[in-house]
């Protein structure tokens, strides 16, 4: 779409009315409009409007990348594995976020050793594998026996 000279002073227009709402970190942050409709970034009613399937795949791919930069910048290991096991520690990253992950020190420790059986005996081995079910028995079959 061409973005033409009334759509650029309709979005200062919007901006300047709609306003938008941040938290202390300056990242844009859901809340309730006027109306009580939950509204982000700049007026956006997620409940009347909701997200097209482009935005939502934007929004997940620059979330998988902000997760698969947590981990390379956590484990000195992360850039020796395949991709399947990398997709395996996004997907873990994604669901609990890193701070948990850090707490998985057998499977790190696992992962540091290129031990991927036991990493996947560790995973299977905690209240998040309860917690998710087959999400963790599939994420487990993959780091196992992916090569």
């Known amino acids: 779409m061409d ?16 306003g938008e709402v941040k938290n202390a970190r300056g990242r844009h ?5 006027p109306a009580g409709k939950i509204t982000v970034g700049v007026g956006r009613n997620l409940e009347d409007l909701g997200l ?5 795949s934007y929004l997940l791919k620059n979330d998988i990348k902000r997760v698969e930069q947590e981990l390379k910048s956590n484990f000195s290991f992360y850039d ?24 998985f020190e057998n499977m790190i ?13 560790e995973m299977l081995d905690s209240r998040w594998a309860k917690q998710v079910g087959r ?3 599939r994420l487990s079959a993959i780091m196992r026996s992916e090569s």
Do not use: T, W
């Open 80 to 103: 020796r594995l395949n991709a399947s096991r990398k997709a395996v520690l996004i997907d873990m990253c994604f669901n609990i976020g890193l701070p948990k992950i850090l707490l």
């Open 29 to 33: 942050i859901a809340y309730k409009c």
């Open 52 to 56: 097209s399937d482009d935005e939502v």
């Open 3 to 18: 973005y033409q000279p009334q759509y650029l002073v309709a979005e200062k227009l919007l901006r300047d009315h709609e």
């Open 109 to 121: 420790q696992a992962l540091e050793g290129g031990d991927f059986d036991r990493a996947a005996d």
């Open 135 to 137: 999400r963790a028995d």
